[in-house]
C-alpha cells in the first residue's frame, strides 16, 4: 500500500498547491496535481504573440514573483531563456496577468503558447521535460533566535508563536498533523487580508512569509526554498534556512514529500517539442546551475 500524502507542490506557481473550497481537486500527479480550476473573478489581460518559426513561445505569469516577472527577470524566465538560445531560438513571452495555476489551461491547452517553465515533473496535464533542478521546502527563521529547527519532529514546534506556511502545501499538511493549523487560521488568514478561498484563488506571497519572521510575527515560516530564496538573501535581518528532510511523517504514519524535481512542460502531443527542450536543458545546463547560484537557490541531488 501507496502511505504517501499527494501534497501537492506548487499550483500557485505552475503546478500544485491544494486551493480551498470551491476549486477541487480532481487528480494528482507524482508531484504536482492536475485541478478543476474555477473562473477567476479578475478580469484577465493576456499577449498575443503569434507562432513563428525560430521563436519559442513561453507562457507566463506576470503575477508570479520570483520565478517569472513582467521584466522578465524572474529566474525562471532567465532560465527558459538559457534553454531557447540552447536549441538556437528566440524567446517570446506570452504573458498574464492571472495566477500561474491558470497557464496550462488558458494558455498552453489553448495554444497561445508552447512551453510552461517551472511545473513540477511528472504533472499530469501536460508532458515533461527532464527536470533541471530538485530543491524542496525549508524552514525560515531569525538567526538571533537561535531555533535551529531541522525537522517537523522537533517538540518545540507546537509551542511556537505563529508558523506562516502557503495554503495547500506541505507545511499546511504538516501543521494539520501537529494538531496546530487550526490555531494558525486567523493568523495565516489575516496575511492574505481575509480573503477567502471559496471559489477564487488566494495565497500567502512569498515575500511576506519571509518579512513575517524578519518582523517577529511569526517565529517561523516554511515555504519551497526557490520561492524565498532572493528575499532571504535581500534581507537585512540575517535568517537561518534549513532544507527540510524529505522523511516528514503526516497523519496515519503517511509521508509528505518535501523534496521535488523541477521541469518544463508542453502540451500533450508535443512529442517532438519536449524532446528538442530535454537535449537543450542538458546543453544549458551550466547556464542555469549559474542562473540558480545568483538566485541562492539550494539544489539537492537527484532521488534525495
Same mark, same amino acid.
Given at each position: ?20 473550497a ?18 477567476q ?9 503569434s507562432?513563428e ?48 495555476? /491558470? +497557464? ?13 517553465a517551472? +511545473?513540477?515533473?511528472g ?12 530543491s ?23 509551542q511556537?508563536?505563529n ?23 486567523? /493568523? ?5 487580508? /481575509? ?24 517565529? +517561523? ?40 524535481d523541477?521541469a ?41
Amino acid at each position: 500500500m501507496n502511505n504517501e500524502v499527494k501534497s501537492p507542490r506548487r499550483l500557485f506557481r505552475g503546478a500544485g498547491a491544494l486551493l480551498g473550497a470551491g476549486l477541487a481537486a480532481v487528480a494528482v500527479g507524482s508531484a504536482g496535481a492536475q485541478t478543476k480550476i474555477a473562473p477567476q473573478a479578475a478580469e484577465a489581460t493576456t499577449t498575443k504573440v503569434s507562432a513563428e518559426p525560430g521563436v519559442l513561445r513561453v507562457c507566463a505569469s506576470s503575477a508570479n514573483a520570483p520565478f517569472s516577472t513582467s521584466d522578465e527577470q524572474g529566474f525562471e524566465d532567465k532560465i527558459v531563456k538559457a534553454v531557447a538560445k540552447a536549441m538556437s531560438r528566440k524567446t517570446a513571452f506570452v504573458f498574464t496577468n492571472r495566477p500561474a495555476i /491558470y +497557464l496550462v489551461r488558458d494558455l498552453l491547452n489553448e495554444k497561445a503558447c508552447d512551453v510552461v517553465a517551472g +511545473l513540477d515533473a511528472g504533472d499530469e496535464r501536460v508532458l515533461t521535460t527532464q527536470p533541471y533542478y530538485r530543491s524542496g521546502y525549508a524552514f525560515i527563521s531569525r538567526r538571533d533566535k537561535k531555533l535551529d529547527i531541522k525537522s517537523w519532529s522537533d517538540p518545540r514546534i507546537p509551542q511556537l508563536n505563529n508558523i506562516a506556511v502557503e495554503f495547500g502545501s506541505p507545511g499546511e499538511t504538516m501543521l494539520k498533523s501537529l494538531g496546530k493549523f487550526e490555531g494558525e487560521l486567523n /493568523y495565516l488568514y489575516s496575511l492574505v487580508g /481575509y480573503k477567502s478561498r471559496r471559489n477564487q484563488y488566494v495565497q500567502v506571497a512569498p515575500d511576506k512569509l519571509v518579512q513575517e519572521v524578519v518582523d517577529g510575527n511569526a517565529d +517561523l515560516a516554511v515555504a519551497f526554498q526557490p520561492e524565498v530564496a532572493r528575499y532571504v538573501k535581500s534581507s537585512s535581518t540575517p535568517l537561518t534556512v534549513t532544507i527540510i528532510p524529505n522523511d516528514s511523517v503526516g497523519s496515519g504514519g503517511k509521508s509528505v514529500p518535501e523534496h521535488f524535481d523541477t521541469a518544463m512542460g508542453v502540451r500533450i502531443g508535443d512529442d517532438r517539442l519536449r524532446e528538442e527542450l530535454n537535449v537543450a536543458i542538458a546543453k544549458a545546463q551550466p547556464e542555469i546551475k549559474k542562473i540558480l547560484a545568483e538566485e541562492a537557490v539550494i539544489t539537492l541531488k537527484a532521488g534525495s
